[in-house]
């Protein structure tokens, strides 16, 4: 798959996470601690500032948007629009970095024969992936 196509999948699926998927769990106070179950919650919305969030098994989708969000656990597509957050994920298929000053890890994708699909639009982000 080339380049721009790549991209433009990443886009087109990132894209409807934020249109069409609704929140089985939103995140929109300031400061929020909490443990999300990917199982029973699998839409996770995080607009709030400053939140804790650890998702546990692997959720549909995660979009962050709040600023100095702490994010620990896995989703098959991940949206980070917000500033300076922390973000560690064992698993994710497709990772949308549009916010500034992000440290985002991340290890695999779900697909074990494939790779996961990154893109870093915003600027003085940090992505790295994870060894094994």
Known sequence: MGDMTKLASIVLTLGSLCGVAAADAMFTDNKQTATVDC???????????????????????????????KVVGSAKNVNVSGNENAVDLDVVDNLMVTGNKNVV???KSSDPKAKSNVMNTGTKNKVTRKKK
């Open 39 to 69: 199982t029973k919650d699998s839409n996770v919305e995080i607009s709030g500032n400053q939140a804790t969030i650890t998702l546990t098994g692997v959720c549909e989708n995660v979009n962050i948007a709040g600023n100095k969000a």
């Open 105 to 107: 890890s991340y290890k």
